[in-house]
């Protein structure tokens, strides 16, 4: 089969990721072979290809937020049937003997895998997974809208928990990618007001036709004391941007798996009254389960950029160089170029 492999770690310009004839998966015991339909792109297969995230062996294949048919069971694998739809997300397994694991919070576990990480992702024509940790997809979203519910959806809704925002409270998002324009669709559904940060126009265009109460720049001053607020850009230095727009009481939750420096912070103008730093730590199965449901009864509606397989390496581009509006999703049978829907 054909896959993406992390070749070399480097900038994305030095085309760090190569496409390869790669062995096909065989499933083990408990896993099923998905023939790959759809894998949206996160800013973590980024930071896998540039080094930030040191994959974890070499010529890992990135993607983790993957649809495909189970075509293949492994011994012992009885959930699925052959031709169902089923998606794979980040959280590829856990031990389930740790003591994070025994008492539910298994995004915690002391020994988990991770796809695309750990063991080979979605930027592939083939991919096995445990049955335990896939998702039976709702109907309702088509492949190229599903995916990207399998990380920018999940972690959304784990960050939005974490941010422990009150009922009819203000929230603040700040960068506005692939998870934000989900999660603000969440929170508007829930009935708070949302402010976005972020530095793209097109992106504070999106926001609005969403719901956002207002958008503004990164570095923008808040309309109102946000009761609460996620940071969904890597940038360490909005951290105290963030914090100095909290309300009493309000709570900074930052959602991504890597973060450049944090500048110093001052207690009094930053946490003083009761305002509480967090960070958010992959998800729950339960997480996922949830986000799905939810998800579909909105229904929230995926802004996605069509790329074809054979330019995962572009796609990762113009992430990085911030030309994206919503999210990247790599097709298996894609159109011709590049579309957006």
């Not at 099923?32 to 759809?38: H, P």
Request: charged share 20%; hydrophobic share 45%; glycine share 10%.
């Amino acid at each position: 089969m054909k896959a993406w492999i992390v070749e070399r770690c480097g900038p994305i310009a030095s085309h760090p990721l190569r496409l390869v004839e790669h062995a096909d998966p065989q499933p083990g015991a408990g896993e099923v072979l998905l023939r790959v339909s759809a894998c949206a792109v996160c800013r973590t297969d980024l930071h896998l290809a540039e080094g930030d995230l040191p994959p974890r062996r070499p010529g890992v294949v990135p993607g983790h937020q993957v649809v495909g048919e189970v075509v293949g069971l492994g011994p012992a694998a009885t959930r699925f049937a052959l031709g169902e739809r089923v998606g794979v997300a980040w959280l590829r397994s856990t031990c389930g003997r740790c003591r994070f694991c025994l008492r539910g919070d298994e995004n915690l576990c002391l020994a988990p895998h991770f796809t695309g990480w750990d063991d080979d992702g979605g930027f592939a024509e083939a991919i096995v997974a445990p049955e335990a940790y896939a998702y039976l997809l709702p109907p309702m979203f088509d492949d190229v809208r599903a995916a990207p519910l399998l990380c920018a959806g999940i972690i959304g809704y784990r960050a939005l928990h974490r941010a422990r925002v009150p009922d009819g409270g203000s929230l603040g998002l700040w960068g506005f990618g692939a998870s934000a324009h989900l999660t603000l669709q969440l929170a508007v559904h829930l009935g708070h007001r949302v402010h976005v940060f972020t530095r793209g126009e097109g992106a504070r265009r999106l926001a609005v036709e969403l719901g956002a109460a207002s958008a503004q720049g990164s570095e923008d001053a808040a309309p109102e004391p946000l009761s609460s607020a996620i940071l969904f850009a890597p940038t360490g230095g909005l951290v105290p941007v963030a914090l100095r727009a909290l309300d009493r009481g309000g709570t900074l939750a930052i959602a991504g798996v890597h973060l450049s420096d944090v500048p110093a912070l001052h207690y009094a103008e930053h946490l003083f009254e009761e305002r509480s730093l967090t960070s958010v730590t992959a998800n729950t199965r339960q997480d996922g389960n949830e986000l799905l449901d939810v998800a579909a009864r909105i229904p929230v509606h995926p802004e996605v950029t069509v790329y074809p397989f054979e330019l995962v390496d572009q796609a990762l581009t113009d992430l990085e160089a911030g030309r994206l509006t919503g999210t990247a999703v790599v097709q298996m049978r894609p159109p011709a170029t590049a579309a957006t829907g």
